[in-house]
């Protein structure tokens, strides 16, 4: 176990729906990060919070949406899913900004049918 | 944005053998991690070595940043080795990491 907890570990849905992701970073850790593994990008920087509050921003879609919680929690939403979105959704948390000792859940398998 | 490449990009292995995986990157970095993904899909995070060398077990790197590369070495190869290995560079003035495509290792007995 990591300490990086991500749910659900599996999700199926339809295009169209909405999907929310839930990730708890590990003990005392201030920053998450979400990543996209999919076939044909590989592993792909999507966004990042700090304390509650957005970092940084990589290729994440604009049907996509994310938020950090006061208790740290953070997660991750999407919608209008498209087949093109099935892919496998990581969380990662590290104890500062500076992405020092990154720490990955063990991610959210996503099929969009 | 920074640029990362791995080779090979797979390799196969009879057990008990040793490899050197490569890692290049486009620009200088203060931070390089190397992470393992199992058959199941799990990263799990081998090293974070921005310079130097380092071991763990049958698992060493090393980072020449000045060169801009990192070797990942493997020795005495074990079944539980297979999957695939990434490693992961900050872009410039960022938090977020840039994978490379990853070398995917099958050790078979």
């Known amino acids: 176990d990591s300490g990086v907890t991500q749910t659900p570990k599996h999700l199926i849905t339809a295009t169209g729906q909405r999907v929310t992701l839930r990730c708890s970073p590990r003990?005392?850790?201030?920053?998450v990060y979400w990543y996209q593994q999919s076939l044909d990008q590989g592993l792909q920087f999507l966004i990042q919070y700090y304390n509650g509050e957005e970092r940084a921003k990589g290729n994440i879609l604009e049907r996509f949406s994310a938020q950090q919680f006061p208790d740290l929690h953070s997660e991750l939403n999407l919608s209008s899913l498209e087949l093109g979105d099935s892919a496998l959704y990581f969380c990662a948390s590290s104890p500062r900004g500076g992405g020092y000792g990154y720490t990955f859940g063990s991610g959210t398998r996503l099929t969009v049918v | 944005g920074i640029q990362v490449e791995q080779s090979p990009p797979d390799l196969i292995l009879q057990e008990g053998a040793n490899s050197t995986l490569r890692c290049n990157f486009s620009?200088?970095?203060?931070?390089l991690q190397w992470f393992h993904q199992n058959p199941w899909g799990q990263l799990i995070n081998l090293f974070y070595i921005p310079s130097g060398t380092k071991q763990n077990g049958r698992l060493s790197a090393t980072t020449v940043a000045t060169e801009r590369y990192s070797l990942l070495y493997i020795s005495s190869s074990q079944t539980t080795d297979s999957g695939v290995y990434f490693c992961?560079?900050?872009?410039?003035?960022?938090?977020?990491?840039?994978f490379g495509k990853g070398t995917k290792l099958s050790v078979i007995p």
């Open positions: 003990s005392g850790d201030l920053s």
């Open positions: 620009d200088s970095v203060n931070n």
């Open positions: 992961a560079v900050p872009g410039a003035g960022s938090y977020q990491l840039t």
